[in-house]
């Protein structure tokens, strides 16, 4: 006798979840050493799109209020973006050959000797043995010469930044002027298409995050520049220009802004000085990073902090300090894809800072 076609439905399936695991496991390795590899084709189109995020708001509102054409406004704002990245760019040039000639001097002699004052200091208290058998020179800690061909790698990389830059400056216009296309086709899309109010809300919110941020960034930048004029540190303008890039790193940046001038202002002051600038720093990211930042943007995203800390050292791995300034977008980007996927919905929800949905209606009837 044949057998019932329904039983032939209810085999077992061996695949099982965990095999589901192991090849979604799998493809996540295959695309991460995809996107490593083609870094050098990715990383001008990722950096274009996101400076057209930002930049959209300066064309639309040359459109908007000063009555230019759009394909004017496009290449104005286009103008404006690229003065700023060469601008950038030949400042450091200029800024990192001018600190290789002037590291070359005096330098490696001030740090021994803070050095040995350090550890006559650690003498009063019968540490001095401990600490020089841990660090038997200043060289171990802080090597001048590996710092001197760092800054001469960095002054010779400008070149080819600014082949980058050009590279992205094409695709940012491409992108600019099919902006009003985009946006049209978008609302070409039926309500009912799932995730097409998520998509919106959270290009709306990488905008306004991209946009704070880099007043943000800049207002670190100006007042890290005046506190190392104001206690006569030198390259005072290159380390506000530093703390302004890194700030657009969460959490890491500004610690590793720092640095460079703590160490800058101990060798060129003393103990002292070094306090106070590190003060400063404390106090600007603090006032910044904790402050102001945080109302403006609130919980933009809803990602855990943790989430965001790990994201930065996952980008920064996979795409080198590129990949940590767009750490938090490419994030808010991956849990809106996981957050409208069937299988990995349970993702977004575990790397998700939102209050449950009882809790957040409780908040707006409050409100």
């Not at 057998?3 to 965990?18: A, D, L, R, S």
């Not at 710092?147 to 695709?171: D, E, P």
């Not at 985009?182 to 306004?208: C, M, Y």
């Amino acid at each position: 006798m044949a057998e019932h076609p329904e039983k032939q439905n209810t085999q077992p399936n061996h695949f099982g979840e965990g095999g589901r695991f192991l090849l979604t496991a799998a493809g996540a390795v295959v695309v991460i050493l995809g996107l490593q590899a083609a870094r050098g084709v990715l990383l001008p189109i990722m950096m274009a799109g996101f400076l057209a995020i930002i930049s959209y708001a300066i064309t639309k509102l040359l459109s908007k209020y000063l009555k230019f054409p759009h394909w004017l406004a496009v290449t104005a704002t286009v103008i404006a973006d690229g003065g700023i990245l060469f601008g950038v760019a030949s400042i450091i040039k200029f800024l990192a050959a001018d600190m290789k000639n002037t590291l070359q001097g005096d330098f490696t002699a001030r740090m021994v000797e803070k050095y040995n004052e350090l550890m006559n200091w650690l003498g009063n208290f019968g540490l001095e043995a401990q600490a020089r058998a841990l660090v038997s020179s200043p060289q171990e800690v802080f090597d001048m010469q590996q710092l001197v061909g760092l800054i001469q790698t960095i002054s010779g990389q400008a070149i080819s930044f600014v082949t980058t830059c050009t590279l992205v400056l094409v695709l940012m216009t491409f992108m600019l002027g099919e902006a009003k296309l985009f946006k049209r086709n978008l609302h070409r899309l039926p309500n009912s298409t799932k995730g097409k109010e998520d998509f919106t809300v959270a290009l709306r919110g990488i905008q306004r995050y991209l946009l704070i941020k880099t007043i943000a960034s800049a207002t670190t930048g100006a007042l890290a520049w005046w506190a190392c004029a104001a206690m006569e540190v030198p390259f005072a303008f290159l380390w506000g220009l530093v703390a302004c890039l890194l700030n657009y790193i969460p959490t890491i940046g500004s610690i590793v802004a720092a640095i460079p001038p703590i160490i800058m202002a101990l060798l060129m002051g003393g103990w002292g000085d070094a306090a106070v600038i590190t003060f400063c720093y404390i106090f600007i990211n603090f006032m910044i990073g904790n402050g102001i930042e945080p109302i403006f943007l609130g919980k933009q995203f809803g990602l855990a902090t943790s989430v965001v800390l790990l994201a930065v050292l996952f980008w920064g791995w996979v795409w080198g300090p590129v990949g940590m300034l767009l750490a938090v977008p490419i994030m808010v980007l991956i849990k809106l894809a996981l957050k409208n996927s069937r299988d990995l919905s349970w993702v977004a929800t575990i790397i998700s800072d939102e209050p449950p949905p009882h809790v957040e209606k409780l908040n707006k009837n409050i409100n």
